[in-house]
C-alpha cells in the first residue's frame, strides 16, 4: 500500500492517511510462540549460518 502526503496538505488529509496506516492486519505471532524444539542454542545456529556466507 502507497500512501502519499502532499506538502501543504490540511489536517483533515493528514488524519484520513493516518487512519488508512493505523489499520492492523497481520499473523498473529503468539499462535506459533514455543512450537520449534531446538536442539542448539538460537545465537549458535544464526553464527552457524551468517558465516556460510562466508
Known amino acids: 500500500m502507497v500512501l502519499i502526503l502532499k506538502k501543504g496538505a490540511n489536517k ?6 493516518s ?3 493505523n489499520v492492523t492486519k497481520g499473523v498473529d505471532t503468539k499462535r506459533y510462540c514455543g512450537t520449534i524444539k531446538l536442539k542448539e542454542d538460537s545465537l549458535e545456529i544464526q553464527k552457524q549460518m551468517r558465516n556460510e556466507w562466508r
Open 12 to 17: 483533515k488529509e493528514m488524519d484520513a492517511i
Open 19 to 21: 487512519e488508512q496506516l
